[in-house]
């Protein structure tokens, strides 16, 4: 019985087929049947036959011709818009390898900077172990006439002489973050110890040794005073978030008043929102210890890092969170992936940088990296 069943329908539907075959093959037979083209001349009278067949061989040309035409249009709008993003790739990639070699030869200035710093430290130790030094913690001035004594008085003026530089350098570099070097410096774990030992925390115009007129004021415990400053400037600066939180983006709405992107309002943006390729990586802008990861409202996916002395950094909307609750990241290191959670238009990444829980200006501290970095 189902057999019967399905062998009318068989039927039934091989009809239908070929009827339907039978008014299309009627309909092109009447629409293309044999035609005729009639010249009348003086001559007398010429008529050219079409043919059916010559018809429909000059409609398949016919759509041959346009199915050409609307794929070439199509490759070659394509191919334009492939064109200008290898354009675009080759301009940024040319940009970065510009910034690169600007980024080189400032590491090399500093890391020669540095060699010198370290070298200037080693000659003040090795003076230091020769006891150069009176009892009362004067400069032994007794053999200052002395070849000897001209060769330590120069080796000490040199080396302060760096030493207040860097200094004045690093201060230069914090200030241009928005930061008060005196207040970030007290804003530490070690509060009490900051407070008693206030030789460490000195300021003023930079004043190059030389112009010191006597080594007498010189002792001990000023230079050593200086040069614990000098190692907790440098690392303040160690641990501000002034590192590139993505390696290739262009900024799409900067810190301060804006008109919200949703309300089409007048709001404050406590952030910088920061684009770069699809599934770009985040990275951390300095060395700290994960506090927040996970879903934060507005923020979306979001990733928070303590760095200590009062400062913290942010990166939201994120589509994959890449650490932990409770980790320690160092700078450079994944924390994430661009995306769009949150309240969000497009991928792009959602960067803060806060002291004390207050907003600063990403800006700045990027600003300020490119004289470290």
Not at 131 to 158: H, M, P, R, T
Not at 194 to 204: F, I, M, V
Not at 206 to 212: A, D, G, L, N, Q
């Amino acid at each position: 019985m189902i057999k019967d069943a399905l062998k009318h329908i068989w039927n039934s539907f091989s009809l239908f087929v070929a009827k339907v075959a039978k008014e299309v093959s009627d309909f092109v037979h009447k629409k293309l049947c044999e035609k005729k083209i009639v010249i009348i001349s003086q001559n007398g009278i010429v008529n050219i036959p079409i043919s059916f067949r010559l018809q429909l061989s000059f409609c398949f040309l016919v759509m041959s011709v346009m199915l050409w035409v609307s794929y070439s249009t199509d490759k070659y709008f394509s191919y334009d818009s492939i064109l200008s993003e290898k354009e675009l790739e080759i301009w940024n990639t040319n940009n970065v390898n510009e910034d690169l070699q600007y980024k080189v030869a400032d590491l090399h200035n500093n890391l020669v900077e540095l060699n010198r710093y370290f070298d200037n430290i080693r000659k003040y130790d090795q003076l230091a172990q020769k006891n150069i030094f009176e009892k009362n913690g004067s400069l032994k001035l007794a053999d200052a006439g002395s070849s000897q004594g001209d060769e330590v008085q120069g080796v000490i003026s040199n080396i302060r002489s760096k030493v207040l530089e860097r200094i004045d350098s690093l201060e230069t570099i914090i200030e241009m973050t928005g930061l008060q070097v005196e207040e970030v410096a007290t804003n530490n774990n070690d509060k009490d110890k900051a407070k008693t030992q206030d030789n460490n925390h000195q300021g003023g115009p930079f004043i190059p040794f030389e112009e010191v007129s006597s080594f007498e004021s010189l002792r001990p415990s000023e230079f050593n005073g200086e040069i614990e400053y000098l190692l907790k400037l440098e690392g303040m600066v160690h641990s501000l978030p002034i590192g590139q939180p993505m390696e290739r983006y262009w900024i799409s709405s900067g810190y301060g008043k804006r008109v919200d992107p949703i309300r089409k309002r007048a709001a404050i943006h406590a952030g910088m929102d920061m684009v770069g390729r699809y599934k770009s990586k985040i990275f951390s802008s300095a060395p700290g210890v994960v506090v927040k990861a996970g879903s934060y409202g507005a923020y979306g996916e979001m990733v928070e890092i303590d760095h200590g002395n009062g400062v913290a950094t942010r990166y939201g909307h994120l589509s994959k969170i890449l650490v932990k609750k409770g980790e320690t990241v160092g700078r450079g290191d994944a924390v994430g992936v661009q995306g769009s959670s949150g309240r969000s238009t497009g991928d792009h990444l959602h960067y803060e940088v806060r002291y004390n829980d207050k907003t600063l200006n990403p800006k700045n501290f990027l600003k300020a990296g490119k004289y470290v970095f």
